[in-house]
């Protein structure tokens, strides 16, 4: 053999794309445009390649299935399918993400929700699309790589950017592994390419969201490519073994940085056929090609299971109460679809005409957070503000139809009797006591009975938003389902208040606490535990505090809406703005409700924070798809010891902070970020107790001009909704008990009126759906997104960290099952176990079915 044949060859891939800063560089319209002409400009160059060799057959890469949909929308259907066709054959290739995204403020849901489009033309097309990006911002969530891997994803590659980073470029540099398997808590995950960011240093681009631009105006294109190849070439080294890369096969990924519109192909032809040599092949990827050559070259690679953090995450919070819209419709959704699920099994057609304002609502997911939130770029800021406002009413007003349609249907497919009844609806996976507001004009003497055990219930009228209700104590409501309540008349039985308050005191069987004026909890005393108090001012700030300077400063403090039921007290105070707060307590209830509000409009950044009396206690948070520990991987916690941004968290349903046998869990509706302690960019205040939830605001400032970044002012909003609830726990830290307790609070329990002339559902009670492990929580149930005729999709968390085997009972026996990816595509076809799913569970595991009757 020659000395040239015994060397080994060098596979480089060039891969074409142009980065989309949607609504940043240009407007809807503009971008719209711009992603249909180059697409029928590489589409050309793709038929004038075809009879090529494959490595010099043209190719690109969309950063977001968005281009395909538009193209679909704005192009004809033959021009559609030519565009489909160069998809399959891999020579325009897509991610599943709908745009480029910033991730670490999205409910779990909404990330899979995003995603749906590319599940809709996989399986109508019969693609498989096997990448997800998140790119330019400098951080990146845990959770994602499961939820990522769940939807059908093998790959990604990061490519971070410097602009507006808090984070210096020393600690962005250099990374621990340029690749590596990303995994999540389940042990799942995507094949990561994640260079070296070196774009400061001697103008290689690597680890940058534009890996081949050498040189950002250069006019002769085919010469910084030909530079490029060989900085690919140098990066290969498999003959040192103290390379940072002992790798033969190397990717450049990314040529249209911020520009509009990227028509460059000839460039790269010409480059890849010039520098190919018998030692070096280089290729025009479509970018997973090159994750198939490096994982069947290079099987075992170094594994990374932590969270970055978050950076331009956190400038969605610049307009808070537009963000907090989207997330409580997030939520609601959970609701909404499981009472469609029941109303489509008996009247399959009833969403057939919500299926566009459908399509949209998960566009509008996936566009959401789109990354250019810094809101400094060409559209100005009131245009982007205003962009994001109609994305999250597209969002809202779909949820909105769906869950009233479908409670109003709900009431009508269940017989009603010869006095008023409605029905308590739950969408949670086990049976549970709570609290139920029915709107209710009618006499004041009632007597609210439970149809299913014959009795009353406790009950009382309250008044909310002008309205009048009954509120209830509902008991034993079954998992997925409900029971029917009849209004009598007659007088109550007579029974204490479900709170007593005493001055600024509020008590009940479990708590004992003192609102001050301005609405901060000063004193709070567990009873259970000995009279616990759990409030240690630090700072000057207590529980639930806006910062405040006197806490004593505000309205005198006013009972609302008192009965045995629940007992409100509020505070309303102008300091630091003016604000309220509602606190309630209900009847023999281990939760405290904390309803906050700012009417007014703010500029600077606002918490509200709570500082709790614990010792040694470790805090623990919901983030996506994962539950984490903060702190950082060397000392047990989830946070890299590198590359990361640790002052801000991500706050979706819960946070819990837990010493070794006792802790508090705080669940968080509407912020989407709390800071712990004192932490910073760069540290993390780990053994803080004092924990501060992002109110709102401009967290960053640019390092070049100290422009701040996000949008002005809260784009003029002047009423500003958060929804909190406290509970303690004896005995050591639960995930389940955790997600348990804030699910109930952020899915209250739906009422309806009954109203059907027949049968159709039980008339006293129901349950769809029960799991014979409680550690197994349903995550959502819904239609398919073909149709109830392609069955009930169903999607669970194991939050144990140990497999798990349940048996899912249905309210009827099921025919057929299927796993399904988180996107809806069909993987693995089950057997049904006595009309029952019965399917594994890895630890931590999220999994989606298909069950057909």
């Not at 010099?56 to 399918?81: H, K, L, M, T, V």
């Not at 400098?138 to 990061?158: D, F, H, I, R, V």
């Not at 006197?550 to 009965?563: F, Q, R, S």
């Not at 780990?686 to 422009?707: F, I, M, N, Y």
């Amino acid at each position: 053999m020659s000395a040239v044949g015994a060397q080994p060859v060098k596979r480089l891939y060039l891969a074409n794309d142009d980065h989309t800063d949607y609504m940043w560089t240009a407007d809807e319209a503009t971008y719209d445009s711009a992603f249909v002409h180059m697409l029928d400009y590489y589409l050309d160059q793709i038929d004038s390649t075809r009879d090529a060799p494959q490595d010099f057959q043209a190719r690109f890469n969309c950063d977001g299935s968005y281009w395909i949909r538009a193209y679909q929308q704005y192009r004809s259907p033959a021009q559609f399918g030519r565009l489909i066709s160069a998809v399959r054959s891999g020579h325009i290739g897509s991610p599943l993400n709908t745009l480029v995204s910033t991730y670490g403020a999205q409910p779990t849901e909404a990330v899979i929700r995003g995603m749906y489009y590319a599940g809709q033309l996989e399986r109508a097309y019969d693609l498989r699309f096997t990448l997800a990006e998140a790119m330019e911002n400098n951080t990146l969530p845990l959770g994602l790589s499961a939820l990522w891997a769940g939807s059908g994803a093998k790959y990604s590659w990061k490519g971070i950017g410097g602009y507006g980073s808090q984070m210096s470029y020393e600690s962005r540099e250099k990374r621990r592994h340029p690749m590596y398997n990303f995994k999540g808590p389940d042990s799942s995950g995507v094949l990561m390419k994640w260079y070296d960011f070196t774009e400061q240093k001697k103008g290689v681009p690597f680890g940058g969201y534009a890996e081949c631009r050498l040189v950002i105006k250069s006019k002769d294109k085919t010469g910084d490519l030909k530079k490029l190849i060989g900085h690919l070439a140098t990066l290969c080294d498999t003959i040192s073994d103290g390379s940072r890369y002992p790798y033969n096969v190397a990717g450049a990924f990314g040529y249209g940085h911020d520009d509009l519109d990227n028509f460059t192909s000839r460039p790269f032809l010409d480059a890849a056929k010039s520098e190919s040599t018998p030692t070096r092949k280089v290729r025009l990827s479509n970018e997973v090609d090159f994750f198939e050559d490096f994982s069947k070259s290079y099987p075992h690679v170094p594994s990374e299971s932590v969270s970055y953090g978050n950076e331009w995450d956190l400038y969605c919070a610049s307009m808070n109460e537009t963000t907090a819209r989207v997330r409580r419709a997030t939520e609601k959704l959970r609701s909404a679809e499981a009472l469609a699920s029941l109303v489509v099994l008996q009247k399959p057609a009833f969403t057939n005409d919500l299926k566009e304002a459908q399509n949209l609502a998960w566009q509008s997911l996936g566009m959401y957070w789109e990354h250019n939130w810094t809101a400094d770029g060409q559209v100005k800021q009131p245009v982007r503000a205003a962009w994001q406002i109609k994305i999250q009413q597209q969002l809202s007003s779909y949820v909105d139809s769906l869950f009233n349609r479908s409670a109003r249907m709900l009431g009508q497919q269940i017989k009603k009797g010869g006095k008023a009844r409605f029905y308590i609806f739950n969408p949670l996976s086990w049976a549970r006591d709570d609290i139920a507001d029915f709107e209710y004009v009618g006499p004041e003497n009632t007597v609210i009975y439970d149809l299913a055990a014959d009795t009353p219930v406790l009950s009382q009228t309250i008044v909310k938003g002008g309205k009048k209700y009954l509120r209830i104590k509902a008991e034993n409501v079954p998992s997925v389902g409900y029971k029917v309540y009849e209004i009598r008349p007659g007088k109550p039985k007579a029974a204490p208040l479900a709170a007593t308050v005493a001055g600024s005191y509020i008590s009940n069987s479990h708590y004992r606490l003192k609102l001050s004026r301005s609405g901060a909890i000063t004193e709070l005393y567990d009873i259970l535990a000995g009279g616990r108090q759990l409030v240690r001012p630090t700072d000057q700030r207590y529980l639930n505090d806006l910062g405040s300077g006197d806490v004593n400063h505000g309205n005198a403090l006013v009972v609302e809406n008192a009965g045995p039921v629940s007992v409100t007290l509020r505070a309303v105070s102008s300091d630091p703005v003016l604000h309220s707060v509602r606190v309630t307590l209900f009847k023999d209830s281990p939760r405290i409700d904390i309803e906050d509000s700012i009417q007014v409009n703010f500029n600077d950044v606002k918490t509200w924070t709570f500082s709790f009396d614990l010792k040694n206690q470790v805090t623990r948070h919901e983030e996506l798809g994962a539950i984490l520990t903060v702190k950082k991987e060397t000392r047990g916690g989830h946070y890299a010891a590198q590359n990361a941004r640790l002052d801000w968290q991500t706050f979706n349903h819960f946070a819990d902070m837990s010493e070794n046998d006792y802790g508090v869990t705080l669940s968080n509706m509407d912020c989407s970020f709390f800071k712990l302690g004192k932490s910073s960019v760069d540290s993390l205040h780990e053994t803080s107790s004092q924990l501060s939830a992002l109110a709102g605001g401009r967290v960053d400032t640019k390092r070049e001009d100290k422009g701040i970044l996000g949008i002005a002012g809260q784009n003029g909003e002047k009423g500003f909704l958060y929804q909190f609830a406290l509970g303690t726990h004896r005995g050591p830290f639960s995930p389940l008990a955790a997600m348990k307790f804030s699910l109930e609070h952020q899915n209250p329990l739906v009422t309806g009126k009954v109203s059907g002339s027949e049968t159709v559902y039980h008339d006293t009670s129901f349950s769809f759906l029960q799991t014979d492990d409680p550690n197994v929580v349903l995550w959502s149930v819904k239609p398919g997104e073909e149709g109830i005729e392609n069955g009930l999709v169903t999607r669970f968390w194991n939050l144990l960290p140990t497999p798990a085997r349940p048996t899912i009972t249905f309210g009827k026996p099921i025919r057929g099952a299927w796993q399904t990816s988180h996107i809806e595509t069909n993987q693995q076809q089950l057997t049904p176990h006595s009309g029952c799913l019965k399917p594994a569970f890895r630890q931590n595991q999220i999994q989606t079915f298909r069950v057909t009757f």
